[in-house]
């Protein structure tokens, strides 16, 4: 018989890779006493819908067992939270919710609506420790992860390809499994390439050539290199130079993985220029200081409000199937220089 889950469950992280597989974490250990779940998503930029209320509050003994994900759920107004805590006061045994505060940290702790935090089923849960906190990748936290997920995958890096490789990917969990998957890929060609030449050098003995490991050639396919620099971006966005942003973004062949590694370091540039802005104390390289504090002071609130809705939004119309991310890529590279070129007209 199957251990009993959890009523309901809060991943915090700002990461929605790292979110996913907490949750197929906690899915696989928990598994239901008979078939498989049954998933239903819902996003936190509606209103939930009647299926919805049904879904997490549905009580009886037949039915199939099901999971019920809301991402953005730290989107839901006070009003709608109001409505789910008293819900959830009678958990269902067959209905298990997700709900995912995809929200950014401020000094080690979750920026949490209030209205959300101050609820009677948070203090609930994470009494029964049904909370998941964690604040994400940074660039320190980038080879931890990546030494991590390779160990899982089966991959081993040379010690040179695997800090070429670090030192090549954003600080975003979804970025860097698309480029561990690539170079899984890529050993598994390798492989049968090197298990071809065996076998036909040895007049077809089955012979077993090595494992094979991730080297620097390798790595160096990874559209995101050293020389495809965000910042790079920024500066010709700034200067109003869409031939120059696209001249940079086009180091890379694959328009999907490109488009939601961009969205993430975006996002966290422009999180630094706010805080430039706004006169915090960030840690900026001594080269570049200079650059951002002007530029941060030349965009000013307004502008970069926008820049930060715009890169939401672009991130928005792919996963809601709007756009797709070619389309979306467009959009943004030509939507973030208008409005860093406007920026500098205004200055």
Known sequence: MSAAHPGFSFLVCPDGQLLRARMEQLLSSFPPASGQWERHVYWGDEEPSPRFWEQLTLQGLFGAPRVVVVRQANLWPAAVWKKVSHALARPSEQCWPFFCMEVAWDKGQPKIPAHIAKLRCMAFADQQGWIWRQDGLNERAVKKHVLQRSHEM?????????EQFCASVPPDALAIENELIKLQLLRNTAQDAAREKSQAESHGADQVPDQGTITLAMTATAPWNPECNVFDCIRHMEAGNLTAVWKE????????????????????????????????????HPNEA???????????????AE??????????????GRRSPSQSLDYLAARMTDLFAAGRTRA
């Open 290 to 304: 200079a650059f951002k504090k002007q530029l941060a002071t030349r965009l000013g609130p307004s502008v970069l």
């Open 307 to 320: 820049c930060m809705s715009t890169v939401m939004d672009a991130e928005l119309q792919v996963k809601s």
């Open 249 to 284: 973004l086009s180091r890379s062949q694959d328009g999907d993985s490109l488009l939601f590694s961009l969205l993430a370091l975006l996002a966290r540039e422009l999180r630094l220029l706010w805080q430039l802005w706004a006169g915090e104390k960030v840690r900026v």
């Open 154 to 162: 089966g991959l081993r890096f040379e010690q040179d390809a695997l």
